[in-house]
């Protein structure tokens, strides 16, 4: 649990740093030193590990669904880069937690897995707590609440993507590769973009690469040493970390709607995510 708090803050962080640098860099840009400095630590890691297991990282049976997954979650992080450079970072976080909602739309769509009344009416509550969110009618909705969704729904499939992959291929493959389609997605856009940084926007740069993969690691370890059931709770302090330093670094916090939303679809999520538990432990 503690864990999965770290992640939470070192997320937050991240996505500020990366809504200030969106002001002077190009979101694409930033996003492809996302992408290049986890690659770079991560290497030597592989690299090691084989060594040390045998395990062959770079090979895969599904050359195919691992490019597809690399396409899903590369389009879904330059998406959310984009939408943290249009609105606050806690409005954005909250918006994040209908990635469960449409996981478990496609798990039962695609993947024909067994969703039933309970987790259906999760889902309902859930898409009710968007709507919140969103609340269409009452404004307009923002070009950055459309490439949240859109980049929830992309991650989404990215998710159910590697649900199949995974009986195939290791952790660790999975993690390569897609990490090699997420940089050769994001040179295109960010070459096009490319305006040279100063050092110090290098530091930031560089920071967020690794604060990417702290938080990778802290969520991966938080998730294998402990039930999802205990450890999503506390995913829900994103959007307390975000409001926080939102508030501090540039004065933005969120409404009460966002609140209450948010919450709505936290815990509808955490429903779900109990739900899938159970059915588990039943198989």
Known sequence: MLLMAVFGCVVSVSHTMVRALSTEIHSMEIALFRTVVPLVFLIPMLI???????????????????????????????????????????DATALSFTVVIFAAVGAALILREKVGIRRWSAIAIGVLGTVVILRPGAQAISLGAVTAIFASITWAAAVLTVKVLSRSDSPTTIVFYSSVTFTALAIGPAAYFWTWPTWEQVVMLVSIGLLALVAQMSMTTAMRDADTTAVMPMDFTRLIWASVIGYLWFGEFPDLWTW???GIVFASTLYITYRESRAKQAA
Request: hydrophobic fraction near 40%.
């Open 260 to 262: 209450v939303g948010g």
């Open 48 to 90: 090691r590990q084989s060594s040390r297991t045998g395990e062959s990282w770079w090979r895969t049976t599904r050359p195919g669904l691992q490019l597809l997954r690399g396409l899903f979650g590369g389009a879904s992080m330059m998406a959310w880069f984009y939408t943290l450079s249009l609105i606050p970072v806690a």
